[in-house]
Structures are given as structure tokens and as C-alpha cells.
């Protein structure tokens, strides 16, 4: 018995630990004024296993849009996105881009860009000359560029919505 309160015990406090290195030290705050209150950065939506990226290690210069004078996390204004890719015939496909915004929101950006597989490598690789954007006013955007592909090969498109600070980014498969 007495061990088995010892486990409880350690449990409990285990659960504790990692609560409060979840939760930061917020829970502490809560009735201090907003301007003492940590910064938060902002999650990326975009898995970097798509790109095979790498996370930078520390000290290497990481680039961020974060604004340091805003306290709290900035919400996303891009609430949502899809993206698909589909052949139209042996020689062409078309790409179906949607996306919408928050109420602040007043510009939208889509870029799409048609990628081919290195078959020796596999990985993907953006084709020249096939970039496209498309920007509007507003809080939802619809583009559908169509390209040129050849047969047997493996392509994929990547779709970019960017409210002008922060995107979304997502691949459609041929």
C-alpha cells in the first residue's frame, strides 16, 4: 500500500511538471497587467518534413516576422486554405487553389508553383518559368493556374496563401 501511494505521489507530481512547463509561467501572471505578460511566438502551420528543411540550431541567425513590441500571440489571419491538382490530359493539369482570411484581412496573395521529381533523388524541385500569384482585395481568394506536364513523370504543386505577414502553406500531388 505504501508503495503504491508513493507511485500516486510521484505521478502527481510528475503530471505537475509537466503542466507548468506547458503552460509556462502564464498561470502565474494571470492578474498582472498585459505588458508583464511572456511573448509568445507563433507556430508554424507548415510541416518541415515537407521540404525536408531543417530547424535552425541556435545562433544561426533565424529570421523572424514576429513583431518583439506585441504582447501575446498575433492571431492568424489566414483561417483557411485548400489546394488540389489534377490532369486535364496528358499534357496538361490544373491547379485548384482556395483561401480565406479573418475579418482583418485585407489583402490575400496566392502563389502556386508546379514542381517535378528528380527520379535519382526524389526530391522535388520547382520548374523554371512556372511560378504563379495572384493578389486580391478582400478576405478570400480562388486561383487556378493549369500547366504543361509530360508523361511519366511525378509532379506536385505548392500553394502559398500569405495575408501579407504570415501564410499558409500546402502540396497537391499529380
Known sequence: MEICKRKIMVLTVGVMVIASLILGSGISHAAESPEQLPVMQNESMDPLEEDGEIPAEEGEG??????????????????????????????????????????????????????????????????SGT????????????????????????????????????NVTRYAYL
Open 131 to 166: 511560378t504563379r500569384t495572384k493578389t486580391v482585395s478582400g478576405r478570400s481568394i480562388s486561383h487556378v493556374p493549369t500547366y504543361s506536364i509530360k508523361s511519366g513523370q511525378s509532379y506536385r504543386v505548392k500553394g502559398t496563401v500569405t495575408d501579407g505577414g504570415r
Open 62 to 127: 533565424v529570421i523572424s516576422d514576429d513583431d518583439p513590441n506585441v504582447i501575446g500571440p498575433l492571431p492568424r489571419a489566414v483561417s483557411s486554405m485548400t489546394l488540389s491538382f489534377s490532369r486535364l490530359s496528358s499534357t496538361s493539369a490544373k491547379a485548384t487553389l482556395t483561401g480565406k482570411g479573418t475579418a482583418s484581412v485585407k489583402q490575400m496573395k496566392s502563389t502556386i508553383s508546379l514542381q517535378k521529381k528528380n527520379k535519382s533523388t526524389g526530391k522535388y524541385a520547382t520548374v
